[in-house]
Each structure stands twice: as structure tokens, then as C-alpha cells.
């Protein structure tokens, strides 16, 4: 896939799936805008790839997500592609999820998905053209114990995609979700109650029809595939990258 000439801003561009994404986007030929709250991994990537300088920010404050759209167009006149990748996990049930960490998941999650859309969307709706990929989960379809509220920013996201995909579909905007399984990032390992072992992880990866865990280029790619005019026939879609996890 070819995107010479296209601008692609990625969220969460510093590490994991973002990261990979953004050097994706770069390989195949565009410019890539990273965005990201950690300066010091976002510019390790900005660096890596030979790219100008991150915006650095937080996404859950709609006027940063706004002006992340703005810097885009300063530096390179149009916004051709949207990945909302920035996102945070916290494992707790319902009962151990205190006022702050649901804010502040709902924040990230859910609020970032929406400030940065609205950003992008009035940008590609003057251009005639645009695309945008959420990342969702497959956890915001099918659930998972331990980690409500992270389920629900999931599900929330996926509605979002779907809404927005209906309301701008006639504006030359296609709206997806790409919605990983168990994949080998950092966030697989955060906020983990106890040490994070090899044994853990090879429960993870047993616990997957495939017997591995996927790595972030997988993921990646399924995002450049929809981001790309292959996909010209799809919006409002959710694309589960789960090793065949949520089909047994």
C-alpha cells in the first residue's frame, strides 16, 4: 500500500501499537504526525523515523486535540488519515474502580476518541476525503473479568465509530475500529497487581487459539489496510485481530 502525499496523525505514537502504526504509515510514504503524552518516547520515534517533531499532549483536553489537527495542517496543508491509538487500561472490577480511575479511563478512552474525531472530521469534511481508525478491543464486544471499566470506554469507542460512520458517510469519510486480542505491548503488562512473569505471559499466549501472543506490526498493518483505498468499501466496521479468540 502506497501513501506518498497522504498525512496520517497517530495518537498513542510513542510506543506499542501506536508506535508501530506510525512506522507503517511511514514506510509506506506518508507523513506521519506523532502525538503522544510521553515527550521523551515520542521523540525517540519522531527521530527514528526522520519525521518533525511530536505534539505532545494530552487527548482527553479537546482543545490539545484540536490543535494537534491545526499543527497537522500548518505543517502539511491536509489530514488524509486519523488512528486514535492513545489509550489506558485498569484492572479492577467494578467495586475496586475508584471515581478517579473511571474519569480518567472515560477520559483517555472514550473522550480522546471523541475530541480527536470532531478535530479530524471538520478538516476532512472540507476536503471531501478522509479516513479514521479507532482502536477498540475485543474486550469492548465480548467482555472480560477484571477490567470493567476498561471494557466499557471499548464499547463506547466501538459506538462511537459506528455513529460517526453513519453521520459522515455521505461527507467521503470512512470510520472503522480495528479490535485487537492479546497483543505483546507494554499496556499487556501494566497494571498488574503482582510481578509480570514469563509463566504469566505463556498463560496469556496458551489462552489464544494460535498459541502466541501478537506482536504490534501485526496490528499495524490491518490498520493501514483500512486506512488505505483497499478498503474503499468499508465503514462503520469492527475488525477483530484476535488469533481467532472471540470465535470459539
Known sequence: MDFTGKVALVTGAASG?????????SAAGAKVVIVDRNAELAAQVA?????????????????FCKQAVEIALERYGRLD???????????ADGLETSDEQWQRIMNVNVNGVFF???AAVGVMKEQGSGSIVNF????????????????????????ITRAMALDHVKDGIRIN?????????????SERSGPVTPEMMQALAD????????EP?????VVLFLSSDDASYMTGAMINVDAGFTVR
Not at 488519515?81 to 484492572?91: E, K, Q, T
Open 207 to 214: 489462552s489464544v487459539p494460535m498459541g502466541r501472543l501478537a
Open 217 to 221: 506490526v501485526e496490528i499495524a498493518r
Open 116 to 118: 480527536m474525531s470532531r
Open 17 to 25: 501499537m501506536g508506535a508501530a502504526t506510525a512506522r507503517e504509515f
Open 136 to 159: 477498540g478491543s475485543i474486550w469492548g464486544e465480548v467482555g472480560a473479568a477484571g477490567v470493567m471499566a476498561y471494557c466499557a470506554s471499548k464499547g463506547a469507542v466501538h459506538q
Open 47 to 63: 527521530a527514528e523515523l526522520a519525521c518533525d517533531p511530536p505534539v505532545i499532549g494530552d487527548i482527553s483536553d479537546s482543545a
Open 177 to 189: 475500529a480495528v479490535c485487537p486480542g492479546e497483543v505483546n505491548t507494554p499496556m499487556l503488562s
Open 81 to 91: 488519515i486519523l488512528v486514535n491509538a492513545a489509550g489506558i487500561i485498569i484492572r
